[in-house]
């Protein structure tokens, strides 16, 4: 089964991305990283929020059936808390596998958090901030949450303005939303490389010194889960 992350680009749209990066790394020191997560949570909250949504309605209905049927009337509610014990597990099931359900259930400022917290454990989990010119930059992108964020270590940051990721994110977004989430990456890689080759241009002894492209159906932070599509 593959997961969110899999799926969000194509064999060929990865290789693309690849060689996009690493044309652009040849015109500067510094290295960029992007990143694709198929969630940076699990939400066990919006799952059982989802969960009881589903089985309640489901429960209630076929209690109310059968008491009618059977004359079973004085134990609906036996009958009602029955049916919610046999059918939640499955609706949780149900709901943890169906993104686009767990969706309806995530609260915009937990999603908000979780994405930057696991994007700044990334960045430091993957060695972005340990490059020899302090010219990490990192593009995550949290499929589950269509989140996305742009976090560029020291060095750089003492030469670009702060807000300049918001716009790359902006525009990143936008690009995903339309379907072209690989044209999108792909010029944003480019027009960083440009602003990075203004300030850190290629040295002769420059390395290649992380990944190109990392897509995780796992991500590393504790509480999170690979999104798998069935």
């Not at 949504?53 to 429960?59: D, E, H, N, R």
């Not at 259930?105 to 060695?127: G, K, N, Q």
Request: hydrophobic letters at 45%.
């Amino acid at each position: 089964m593959q997961t969110l992350a899999d799926v969000f680009f194509t064999i060929e749209e990865q290789q693309k991305i690849t060689r996009t990066v690493q044309q652009v790394e040849q015109q500067t020191t510094g290295e960029i990283v992007p990143m694709v997560v198929a969630a940076s949570h699990s939400y066990p909250e919006a799952e059982l929020t989802g969960a009881m949504t589903l089985a309640v309605p489901l429960a209630l209905s076929i209690a109310y059936g059968i008491s009618s049927l059977l004359w079973w009337q004085g134990h609906f509610l036996w009958v009602s808390l029955l049916g919610i014990a046999v059918f939640f597990p499955l609706a949780r099931l149900i709901v943890r596998r169906s993104p686009w359900l767990l969706r309806l259930f995530l609260r915009e400022d937990r999603t908000e958090a979780e994405v930057e917290r696991a994007a700044f454990i990334s960045f430091y989990a993957e060695r972005l901030h340990d490059t020899r010119e302090a010219t990490g930059v990192l593009i995550y992108i949290s499929v589950l949450e269509r989140r996305v964020w742009i976090l560029g270590d020291r060095g750089i940051n003492e030469h670009l303005p702060p807000q300049i990721w918001q716009d790359f994110v902006s525009r990143l977004v936008t690009g995903i939303r339309e379907k072209q989430q690989c044209a999108a990456l792909c010029a944003v890689i480019e027009e960083i490389g440009s602003l990075l080759h203004a300030h850190f241009p290629p040295k002769a002894d420059d390395r290649n010194e992380l990944s190109d492209l990392m897509i995780k159906g796992r991500q590393a932070s504790r509480g999170s889960h690979g999104l798998r599509i069935l």
